[in-house]
């Protein structure tokens, strides 16, 4: 069965810090990768995803993250912590096609100080 | 450009009481999916539907029915609301070479 594990439910940078938010699969057939952004009382917003081609994917709003299949991770990285980054983070799995069903793990929050 | 449509946006309900969450999508995606998100649970799916005209259970189906009404829209119906059901409900929608998009949420909360 698939399954996602983020590491931590908070991280706290300060502004123009190094983001880094951990996530680790399980998966018995290669699989597809996500990373979403949830800002307060809002849906979940696409960052980026891996879907097999390159392994160190580019997103939006700065964010990128890297497959290491070796070490069953998809880290999401950001050079330079920006305030408005602070949001709950979210990443997913699925397998085969990307309309599959997503396995989300607990999420992330980060919060960035001035 | 609406995207992925939810009603209501917030609702309050008395235990016993039944309702259905709207979904509605514009995007032309085969697949329609319900999920909750309960905090430092991540979001877990309650059921989906892969195409018109078939409907799947997902994580979480106990306490819900759901209904494809057409390629567009998807409802989630809660027969008889548990306190346990309080949470937040998001509708997704995705395709073949197409990541899922989201609606901003139900949030709802029974007493």
């Known amino acids: 069965a698939q399954s996602v594990t983020q590491l931590g439910s908070h991280v706290s940078v300060s502004e123009g810090a190094l983001v880094l938010l951990r996530c680790n699969y399980s998966?018995?057939?290669?699989?597809?990768l996500f990373w979403y952004v949830q800002y307060p009382n809002q849906g979940l917003q696409l960052l980026l995803k891996?879907?097999?081609?390159?392994?160190l994917v580019k997103g939006i709003n700065g964010f990128e993250a890297e497959f290491k299949k070796s070490e069953t991770s998809f880290h999401l990285t950001k050079p330079s912590a920006h305030m408005s980054d602070a949001a709950e983070y979210f990443c997913?799995?699925?397998?085969?096609?990307?309309?599959?069903?997503?396995?989300f793990g607990q999420g992330t929050e980060l919060s960035v100080k001035p | 450009n609406a995207g992925v449509t939810q009603t209501p946006k917030f609702q309050v309900l008395k235990t016993g009481q039944s309702m259905t969450l709207q979904c509605a999508q514009d995007?032309?995606?085969?697949?329609m999916y319900w999920y909750r998100q309960d905090p430092g649970m991540g979001l877990r799916l309650i059921y989906y539907?892969?195409?018109?005209?078939?409907?799947d259970k997902g994580e979480v189906p106990n306490g819900y029915n759901v209904s494809r009404l057409n390629k567009r829209e998807f409802s989630l119906r809660l027969e008889s609301a548990a306190p346990s059901q309080t949470s937040v409900y998001f509708c997704a929608s995705g395709g073949v070479d197409q990541p899922q998009h989201f609606g901003d949420g139900t949030r709802l909360s029974i007493l």
């Open positions: 998966s018995s057939v290669p699989p597809y």
């Open positions: 539907s892969a195409s018109e005209g078939t409907t």
């Open positions: 997913a799995v699925t397998k085969g096609n990307q309309g599959g069903k997503l396995i």
């Open positions: 891996y879907t097999s081609a390159a392994t």
């Open positions: 995007m032309n995606h085969n697949s």
